[in-house]
């Protein structure tokens, strides 16, 4: 008769489960990203999580916690390409505005860059506690660094304003593709958006 198994205990897995290390914290992290795709925050489950990612429940808590905390570690890696935004301000004011448009929609004709914002984004506009995360995110690693380059009166105010366009954008040509936006060629979008931008970054 074989040994009876004993059963499985909550919090920090066993050396043998952790032993992949990095890689299985991303398959983990790439596991959430589809679940908060597919799913939406709500019906995401830390278990679902696992099963997708091929992993016990008790690596997920490991690696990041609680269900808003892998929401929240998506949101870093999604909007990663987002946190360089700072260096294209820095480059000089003339001509702000195009390059900054350039550099989001970039980010957003990616289809490699566009899955997982897409999976933050779905997730924030279905639910109070994601939208939470991801607005104190942005507030606190994005505007707050771009903000930080203006030299205007009332940098952050422009920030918030400059992101407004940018977010409407995405959310009109990418999330709920609204023709004729969805389908506009990206050079159109710059040229259109791009006058808005450098006023709201550059004019006393």
Do not use: C
């Not at 269900?67 to 990663?80: G, Y």
């Not at 390409?81 to 004709?109: K, M, N, Y």
């Not at 924030?124 to 380059?149: D, I, K, Q, W, Y």
């Amino acid at each position: 008769m074989s040994a009876t198994r004993s059963p499985r205990k909550r919090g920090r897995p066993s050396r043998t489960d952790a032993a992949d290390g990095p890689a299985t914290r991303d398959r983990i992290l790439s596991a959430a990203r589809t679940e908060f795709a597919e799913r939406g925050y709500d019906k995401t489950t830390v278990r679902g999580i696992a099963r997708a990612a091929d992993v016990d429940p008790a690596l997920v808590h490991h690696y990041f916690g609680t269900k808003e905390q892998v929401f929240a570690a998506a949101i870093e890696v999604a909007l990663e390409p987002a946190l360089s935004v700072p260096e294209v301000l820095a480059q000089g004011t003339e001509d702000v505005g195009e390059r900054l448009a350039r550099f989001f929609i970039g980010v957003w004709e990616n289809p490699a860059t566009r899955a997982p914002l897409l999976a933050v984004i779905r997730s924030a506009v279905t639910h109070e506690t994601a939208a939470s995360v991801l607005r104190n995110f942005v507030l606190r690693r994005m505007l707050g660094r771009v903000a930080g380059e203006l030299d205007v009166p009332d940098p952050t105010f422009r920030a918030e304003l400059a992101a407004s366009q940018l977010v409407g954008i995405a959310m009109l040509r990418y999330v709920v593709k609204v023709e004729p936006m969805a389908t506009a060629d990206a050079e159109e979008i710059i040229a259109m958006v791009a006058p808005t931008l450098q006023r709201y970054l550059t004019e006393p």
